[in-house]
């Protein structure tokens, strides 16, 4: 039997909020926003505290990760540059 907890993301694009459920594996996974298709969100509720004071290294280190062309593989409107 699999618990399929429900995670809170935030979207970095829009400030949305919302919820995904998906598996603790997946938790760190980028979820793609259901109000603007972005993927530039990051999980809420996590072990370690939220409570924005690591936003910055949370978000640079977001950045790094999406920098493979995660992030640019179409489903991001807001990505409009060419890679190169
Ligand atoms: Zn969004």
Redesign the pocket.
């Known amino acids: 039997m699999t618990e399929m907890p429900i995670y809170e993301y935030r979207?970095e694009?829009?400030a949305?909020k919302f919820e995904i459920l998906t598996r603790f594996a997946e938790r760190d996974s980028a979820q793609v926003?259901p109000?603007?298709?972005?993927t530039k969100?990051r999980v809420l509720v996590s072990s370690f505290a939220v409570a924005g004071s690591g936003e910055t290294s949370s978000v640079s280190d977001f950045a790094s990760e999406t920098g493979g062309g995660g992030c640019c593989g179409g489903a991001c409107g807001s990505c409009g540059s060419s890679p190169n």
Do not use: D, P, V
Request: glycine residues 0%; hydrophobic residues 10%; contains cysteine.
């Open positions: 979207c694009s829009c949305e926003c109000a603007c298709e972005s969100t």
